[in-house]
T-cell receptor
Framework: GAVVSQHPSRVICKSGTSVKIECRSL??????MFWYRQFPKQSLMLMAT?????????EQGVEKDKFLINHASLTLSTLTVTSAHPEDSSFYIC?????????FGQGTRLTVV | DQQVKQNSPSLSVQEGRISILNCDYT??????FLWYKKYPAEGPTFLIS?????DKNEDGRFTVFLNKSAKHLSLHIVPSQPGDSAVYFC?????????FGAGTRLTVKP
């Protein structure tokens, strides 16, 4: 199957700093990329949808100025958590879509201390 | 607004028996449905899918059934194995939108 690489897998940062998470489709071009957040024992919550070269579409309740998404190419999307706070600690997962199927990265465990 | 629902948060079955995971959706624009399997601290991995023009798709021990009139799909695993223990998410997609259910934690007991 198609491979999506998400980096880093784990990151610990200090409160107030920014963290960038990368999502790359390695062997295909992704028409759309999705960013999800998973809280403990909960489902995947869609944060935003991004198409290459256009602005991301954020879900209701997700602050676009806090979670900056850049989708500069068909193989790379980045999520930057700006001015991170402990409540931003979570498991963030990206997925890249080609055709009707989507493939997921391995996720990033963000811990803000 | 939860467009995709998995009403059973957990399911426990005995090894060798059938596991049936259910999923309901509300948006009739969804035209492709997928099941993903997720282990802790990992991203979901694709398991099986079905197009809205079909009502059944089978792949080895996994079969997905789609009932469009009821807006319901289910995943059957038979025979269930302990290695199948994971959280299963159903997903529904339409063009550039993809929504997930809350997940069902399947435990297969030896």
């Amino acid at each position: 199957g198609a491979v999506v690489s998400q980096h880093p897998s784990r990151v610990i940062c200090k409160s107030g700093t920014s963290v960038k998470i990368e999502c790359r489709s390695l062997d295909f071009q992704a028409t759309t990329m999705f960013w999800y957040r998973q809280f403990p024992k909960q489902s995947l919550m869609l944060m935003a949808t991004s198409n290459e070269g256009s602005k991301a579409t954020y879900e209701q309740g997700v602050e676009k100025d806090k979670f900056l998404i850049n989708h500069a190419s068909l193989t790379l999307s980045t999520l930057t958590v700006t001015s991170a706070h402990p409540e931003d600690s979570s498991f963030y997962i990206c997925s890249a879509r080609t055709g009707v199927e989507a493939f997921f990265g391995q996720g990033t465990r963000l811990t803000v201390v | 607004d939860q467009q995709v629902k998995q009403n059973s948060p957990s399911l426990s079955v005995q090894e060798g028996r059938i596991s049936i995971l259910n999923c309901d959706y509300t948006n009739s624009m969804f035209d492709y449905f997928l099941w993903y399997k997720k282990y802790p601290a990992e991203g979901p991995t694709f398991l099986i899918s079905i197009s809205s023009i079909k009502d059944k798709n089978e792949d080895g021990r996994f079969t997905v059934f789609l009932n469009k009139s009821a807006k319901h799909l289910s995943l059957h695993i038979v025979p269930s194995q302990p290695g199948d223990s994971a959280v299963y998410f159903c997903a529904a997609s339409a063009q550039s939108d993809m929504r997930f259910g809350a997940g069902t934690r399947l435990t297969v007991k030896p």
